[in-house]
């Protein structure tokens, strides 16, 4: 199975900061990669497919870009409803589908 | 609007069977392939099993195979999991996800907890 590592697994940050999360892949996996958003108690939500086309409805302060391997979700400046958890999700094996590990995004 | 709705998650014993079905509304169900995706307590998101719009194809991660039985009817818009030999591990929050072929799971339930202890 392909491998996902998110880096870091743990970041604080202020309202207003500009963050990257990094997603690698064990593999390549061409832009076949998605970016979900949880909060507490919550299912996850949509942001990024196709390893950078916006999902509707999503604030464009959220980007992703990346292909092969490396991968970036970035928010532009961080919005209180923006703490959360962030996964990475390869499609590349469809159906043998895997999520990263997790980023948990915390207020400083 | 797209509507998931899960059911069926209980306190179950060890090698015991339990049936999540999950109610989709707002779209039609026939035309997209289904997900069931789980999370244990404090853990991430473990893909789980995938069928195909129309049910003809049905595949699983290798930790629920042989165990797990994932089915629609398009009659009723509605999806399920059987698992049968439940085991501690098992124990997780199981959402199901409408999929779009090697993009992404545009939908998600609210979740179902599953619980499996003696």
């Known amino acids: 199975d392909i491998q996902l590592t998110q880096s870091p697994s743990f970041l604080s940050a202020s309202v207003g900061d500009r963050v990257t999360i990094t997603c690698r892949a064990s593999q390549g996996i061409s832009s076949y990669l998605a970016w979900y958003q949880q909060k507490p108690g919550k299912a996850p939500k949509l942001l990024i497919y196709?390893?950078?086309t916006l999902q509707s409805g999503v604030p464009s302060r959220f980007s992703g870009s990346g292909s092969g391997t490396e991968f970036t979700l970035t928010i532009s400046s961080l919005q209180p409803e923006d703490f959360a958890t962030y996964y990475c999700?390869?499609?590349?094996?469809?159906?043998?589908?895997?999520f990263g590990q997790g980023t948990r995004l915390e207020i400083k | 609007q797209v509507q998931l709705v899960e059911s069926g998650g209980g306190v179950v014993q060890p090698g015991r069977s339990l049936r999540l079905s999950c109610a989709a509304s707002g779209f039609t169900f026939s035309r997209f392939g289904m997900h069931w995706v789980r999370q244990a307590p404090g853990k991430g998101l473990e893909w789980v099993a995938l069928i195909w719009y129309d049910g003809s194809d049905k595949y699983y991660a290798d930790s629920v195979k042989g165990r797990f039985t994932i089915s629609r009817d398009n009659s009723k818009n509605t999806l399920y999991l059987q698992m049968n030999s439940l085991r501690a591990e098992d124990t997780a929050v199981y959402y199901c996800?409408?999929?779009?072929?090697?993009?992404?799971?545009?939908?998600w339930g609210q979740g179902t907890l599953v619980t499996v202890s003696s």
């Open positions: 999700q390869q499609l590349n094996s469809y159906p043998r589908i895997t």
């Open positions: 196709a390893a950078s």
């Open positions: 996800a409408r999929g779009t072929t090697r993009l992404k799971f545009d939908y």
